[in-house]
């Protein structure tokens, strides 16, 4: 029988304690209102002891993204009066509020950092429980260090909070130090002894990713009798971060018959998620991380494309779709195969080559993928019609002709007046254009804008290094909207202003390509 599970987000809290990761205010707000589109059921907002911005962005939340009564609003609260007193103040204006209260219980928490005995300790966390439950229903009680605690007494703390009121008990591998088979047992043990002892009270679990196994030990935790798990967007956190809230759920869809539970999130909201709280966040999700990452659903290798062009399940055990892709990228690199290049160039229209054609076609795809290291539609277009014009073959449609090719370019930068000019060639035209903006990369970005005479809205822009030293290579990725579609490119080079313009010309040359446009 398939049971529902809990879906906790922390990103707002432990997320944000990533180094550099702070958000103010507004951000936080806008990224409570996707986690709440998304379909959390509880979001622990912040530490709102810990500042006035903290606890005035919980408040915040609490009123307006917490203002019904299908989500959850909490936020963090060390075993002491004021702290609580600042989660109730902040929390109390949701329509369902939660004090979450943390309290270290493995030995090196109460000797070492709390410089106390263990009973001291318990009967800290049952006056803690018994406070905030004189001003809340819902109380959480979270054993901090639980994976490294003596069983006994972890299950003593947790049978005396629950008497004191605790209605959610979660159980955290605070540093990452737990493996799947031995947590999974201990979920399993602690289980059986809370749901006799009241079988009303949610079990939980909070995993980091210290030695890379968060997500798995949250999903063992599931198997074994969990009732609710804590994760964050993208698996941001302390350290090494915390187990994905993507790759769990994910996780439970793709494989349901072996995790029998489900949770209420709209998966098709994941990407969005992602990709909001990693801009506002200014961290960059690995490019090969698990559901959210750049390449997840992005395949080069010539056999997993010639499978996948065969049948998607080949090489695909979720459809992009799912998770709020438009389809799986099939990326044209020296690595792709015929296959994949004919299938390529069929959809261009190039349908009727020859075999010998085609081979020659393709000899000269490879030179460009060695040079460029990825090959767009639109270069397909000037390989093929720089063959038929080669080899004397009538071309009547000279498509390349509309595409935006750079030639020079001049970006000046300084604090009150940064301007670029831009010279292009489009056809057999020059064209040329300047333009002041905000910045350097507003400025080049008009000026081009301006030449194309295209209404583009730059959606995206990341610029990171793949090298190092003075010859070091700067990649640039923008994201671009035209007629309510979104088109992504990438382009690299040692001057970044250089591989800002390709980045963004390359994806000119997509829309050019996708809607057949004859630009003036």
């Not at 622990?44 to 009564?69: C, H, L, M, R, Y």
């Not at 263990?118 to 009680?141: C, F, H, M, T």
């Not at 990369?441 to 793949?466: P, T």
Request: glycine share 6%; with cysteine.
């Amino acid at each position: 029988m398939s049971r529902k599970i809990w879906v906790f987000d922390t990103t707002l809290r432990d997320g944000e304690q990533v180094p550099g990761a702070k958000l103010n205010q507004y951000e936080k707000l806008e990224v409570a209102y996707q986690l709440k589109k998304l379909g959390v059921d509880i979001i622990e907002a912040g530490f709102p002891s810990s500042s006035a911005g903290d606890f005035n962005a919980v408040k915040e939340i609490a009123n307006k993204v917490g203002n019904t009564d299908d989500i959850m609003i909490t936020a963090l609260a060390r075993a002491v009066k004021s702290d609580i007193d600042a989660v109730y103040n902040s929390v109390k204006y949701a329509e369902k509020p939660l004090i979450h209260i943390v309290l270290g219980t493995s030995d090196i928490h109460v000797e070492k950092k709390f410089g106390k005995s263990k009973n001291q300790i318990l009967d800290i966390g049952v006056e803690a429980v018994r406070y905030a439950k004189s001003l809340l229903p819902n109380v959480q009680y979270s054993t901090e260090d639980a994976s490294r605690s003596d069983f006994e007494y972890l299950w003593k703390t947790i049978e005396a909070v629950v008497k004191a009121g605790a209605t959610m008990i979660n159980v955290p591998d605070t540093v990452g130090f737990a493996e799947p088979e031995e947590f999974g047992e201990l979920i399993f043990k602690l289980n059986d002894r809370l749901k006799n002892l009241n079988d009303q009270v949610l079990l939980s679990v909070h995993c980091h990713n210290d030695l890379g196994m968060a997500t798995a030990n949250t999903l063992a935790a599931i198997k074994y009798g969990a009732d609710k798990v804590e994760c964050t967007i993208n698996g941001i956190g302390e350290r090494a971060g915390n187990a994905a809230l993507e790759e769990v759920v994910m996780a439970m869809n793709t494989r349901s018959s072996v995790y029998q539970a489900y949770t209420d999130i709209h998966t098709k909201e994941i990407m969005n998620t992602s990709r909001m709280v990693s801009n506002f966040m200014g961290l960059d999700v690995q490019v090969n991380k698990a559901i959210t990452g750049e390449n997840a659903f992005a395949h080069s290798s010539g056999i997993h494309q010639d499978g996948l062009l065969k049948s998607r399940d080949a090489y695909e055990i979720i459809s992009p779709l799912e998770v709020g892709l438009d389809d799986m990228e099939l990326v044209l690199t020296a690595r792709s195969g015929r296959h994949a290049v004919k299938n390529a160039l069929t959809k261009l229209g190039f349908d009727r080559l020859t075999d010998e054609q085609f081979e020659e076609i393709f000899a000269d795809f490879l030179e460009m993928a060695d040079e460029k290291k990825e090959v767009y539609n639109h270069d397909l277009f000037i390989i093929v019609e720089n063959y038929f014009t080669e080899k004397n073959i009538p071309n009547q449609a000279h498509v390349s002709d509309n595409f935006f090719e750079l030639m020079d370019l001049q970006v000046i930068s300084n604090t009150s007046f940064p301007s670029a000019s831009v010279k292009m060639k489009k056809g057999n035209q020059i064209l040329e254009g300047s333009a002041v903006g905000s910045g350097p990369i507003d400025a080049l970005y008009s000026a081009i804008m301006d030449i194309s005479q295209l209404d583009i809205h730059l959606l995206e822009y990341n610029i990171s290094s793949v090298s190092r030293g003075k010859e070091a290579v700067g990649k640039v990725k923008i994201q671009i909207e035209f007629r309510g579609e979104k088109y992504t490119a990438k382009a690299t080079d040692t001057d970044i202003m250089k591989a800002s313009a390709w980045a963004f010309i390359n994806a000119i040359n997509n829309v050019v390509v996708e809607h057949l446009l004859p630009v003036n």
